[in-house]
């Protein structure tokens, strides 16, 4: 019985490891924006789309300071002392609760939102 050595084939050189679409979408909603288009941008500049990387870095500054904008017109404001409260685990009332969860839905959304459009429309551009 012979066996033959088992020998590591060299990987071609025409592909490029890139960030997937969950990636971009996981860190642009649970941090922000900036976050999934900076993977996005490593993506591109990997894949060689080092011109095409100033269009998706402007929409993602456009896009943050657009989400701050519409977040503090909204009219929702929480008191700096609730957010104390909360960070030492004291209670809070269901209005001051609902306030703080309701900012929060509303920033979960609009970076959701974000995260799609970085991968339905720039990830699916380029890649």
């Known amino acids: 019985m012979e066996f033959e050595e088992y020998t590591e084939e060299e990987p071609e050189e025409d592909y490029v490891d ?21 993977f996005l941008v ?15 870095v402007s929409f993602a ?23 104390d409260m909360v960070a030492k685990a004291k209670q809070v009332s269901n209005a ?7 900012v929060f839905a509303i920033t979960l959304s609009i970076n959701f939102l974000g995260g799609l459009i970085l991968t339905r429309y720039f990830y699916k551009k380029y890649f």
């Open 18 to 38: 890139i960030y997937s679409k969950r990636a971009i979408i996981g860190f642009s909603v649970f941090f922000n924006v900036l976050f999934g288009a900076a």
């Open 42 to 56: 490593i993506n591109m500049y990997n894949a060689g789309y080092r011109k095409e990387i100033s269009r998706v």
């Open 96 to 102: 001051e609760a609902m306030q703080i969860l309701l």
């Open 61 to 83: 500054f456009f896009y943050y300071f657009l989400s701050m904008y519409l977040i503090a017109i909204s009219g929702i404001r929480i008191d700096p002392k609730v957010l």
